[in-house]
């Protein structure tokens, strides 16, 4: 089975700051790996995705994360936040091979302040 | 444009109450898959389906039926067996199982609530 722990329930920062989501994983098989964001009263939109290769990957709005294998950790970041980016953010896995199954973790509201 | 397509946007149930959520693709996607959003707690898995004619259940779906008898076509129905039917329920769908790496793609939800 697998498991997604997201560290930060909210996380709050201003305008043009650095941020970082956490996300740790658990899981007994390979797996795949996704950041999707919320909007308000929406779906779920993919940021990026993590399948193999090179362990930073980026996404769209300017996110980026990178995969940390040995510490089964797969963090967001964005060096300088937008009033836009005020969103809930998901990290999800799904095993490789199989039923596309997503876990999710809890989700992080990201707060813009101006 | 391709996409999902879920309807209603907001839908509230009387108690004893059977409520059908409709969701529909036109992306061609082979597979399908129903959520539960609860504040705080994520999206958890309902049902999901593969192929036409044929689901499975997912991690909650107690109280829940689906059917799949149209590619396009994955409707959810919250039965009176459900007690505590108030979330938003999310429907999404992905290229199937020989896809795996794909992501799956979502509708904007219908929220359901307990009159």
């Known amino acids: 089975a697998q498991s997604v722990t997201q560290l930060d329930s909210q996380v709050p920062v201003f305008e043009e700051a650095p941020v970082e989501l956490r996300c740790n994983y658990s899981s007994s098989v390979s797996v795949y790996l996704f950041w999707y964001v919320q909007y308000p009263n929406q779906g779920l939109q993919l940021l990026l995705k993590?399948?193999?290769?090179?362990?930073l990957v980026k996404g769209i709005n300017g996110f980026e994360a990178e995969f940390n294998k040995s510490q089964t950790s797969f963090h967001l970041r964005k060096p300088s936040v937008h009033i836009s980016d005020t969103a809930e953010y998901f990290c999800?896995?799904?095993?490789?091979?199989?039923?596309?199954?997503?876990?999710f973790g809890q989700g992080t509201r990201l707060t813009i302040n101006p | 444009d391709g996409g999902i397509t879920q309807s209603p946007k907001y839908l509230f149930r009387k108690e004893g109450q059977n409520v059908t959520l409709s969701c529909e693709q036109n992306l061609n996607h082979d597979a399908m898959y129903w959520y539960r959003q609860d504040p705080g707690q994520g999206l958890r898995l309902i049902y999901y389906?593969?192929?036409?004619?044929?689901?499975q259940k997912g991690d909650i779906a107690e109280g829940y039926s689906v059917s799949r008898e149209k590619k396009e076509s994955f409707p959810l129905t919250v039965t009176s067996a459900q007690k505590n039917p108030t979330a938003f329920y999310l429907c999404?769908?992905?290229?199937?199982?020989?896809?795996?790496?794909?992501?799956?793609?979502f509708g904007d939800g219908t929220r359901l609530s307990i009159l």
């Open positions: 999800a896995v799904s095993r490789r091979q199989g039923a596309q199954k997503l876990v």
């Open positions: 389906s593969q192929i036409v004619n044929d689901f």
């Open positions: 999404a769908s992905s290229m199937g199982v020989a896809y795996s790496n794909q992501p799956q793609h």
């Open positions: 993590y399948l193999s290769g090179s362990t």
